[in-house]
Each structure stands twice: as structure tokens, then as C-alpha cells.
């Protein structure tokens, strides 16, 4: 009988398990999802750089783009609290064509910014060890200071 119970449990609980991240996994998914939430505050100087009088602006139309977004994700969010992507929230609440159509737009978002990560760490990178823009490797890369 007690055997029947835990598996219904279990069955019946499918969002996040406890005890499953050791303290140290826990602190660098706490580490990792600091750092894009750090990102506007720490380049505030760049913004003011290139915006000029225009940075209160740039800050205002992006708070409220991000707060729409938060919106939307509450509103899903209200239908399920299990686990997963924003996928999981469209593939429940649209239509199935309009669902391929999100996770076919979420694969492309993930690919593009996989890929503008790359291109700005092999900028960065570049530039770090003055090597010029057009070069196409990163041999001997050594700081220069």
C-alpha cells in the first residue's frame, strides 16, 4: 500500500524536484542568472556614451518592452507552474501551428544569440590582444600590457 502512495506522489508532483542541485551547482546557477540581470546596470556609461541625452529614454522604452514581456509570462504563468521554456506556455494556451511557429522562433532566438555571443567574445578577444579586425585566427594571443 505505502508503495502505491510514493509512486502516485511522484506522479502527481511533476514540477521541481528538491535536494536534486548540491550547494555549490546551486550557487553558479545563482552566479549565471546574475549576470544578464547586471548587464543594463553595469553598461549604463556605454549607453550614456552612444545615446547622449537620449539614454533616459533608451532606459524607459526598455523597461517597459521588458515589463510587457513580464506581463505575458505572468498571464502563462497563471495556466502552469511547471518546468520549462516559454515554449511550454504557448504549446498549452495556442493554437498547434501557432505553437511550431513560437518554437521555431525560440530556436532561431537561441542560434542568434549563441552566435552574437561568439562574434562578441572573438571581438573582444581581438581587440584584448591587439590583434587587427581582419585576422582570422587567434594565435599567440597574449595580453598586451
Known amino acids: ?53 537620449g539614454t533616459w529614454l533608451a532606459y524607459a522604452l526598455a523597461t517597459v518592452a521588458v515589463l510587457l514581456v513580464a506581463l505575458c509570462i505572468e498571464r502563462y504563468a497563471r495556466h502552469s507552474a511547471s518546468p520549462g521554456s516559454l515554449y511550454t506556455y504557448a504549446s498549452m494556451t495556442l493554437p498547434p501551428w501557432l505553437g511550431a511557429t513560437v518554437a521555431w522562433s525560440l530556436l532561431l532566438a537561441y542560434v542568434a544569440t549563441g552566435s552574437s555571443v561568439i562574434g562578441g567574445f572573438y571581438h573582444y578577444a581581438t581587440f584584448c590582444c591587439g590583434m587587427p579586425p581582419d585576422t582570422r585566427t587567434l594565435q599567440y594571443c597574449w595580453p598586451h600590457w
Open 1 to 53: 500500500m505505502e508503495l502505491i502512495v510514493n509512486e502516485r506522489s511522484e506522479k502527481a508532483d511533476y514540477g521541481l524536484r528538491r535536494g536534486i542541485l548540491s550547494p555549490l551547482e546551486t550557487l553558479a546557477q545563482s552566479v549565471s542568472t546574475m549576470a544578464p540581470t547586471t548587464t543594463p546596470a553595469a553598461t549604463i556609461p556605454l549607453v550614456c556614451a552612444l545615446a547622449g541625452n
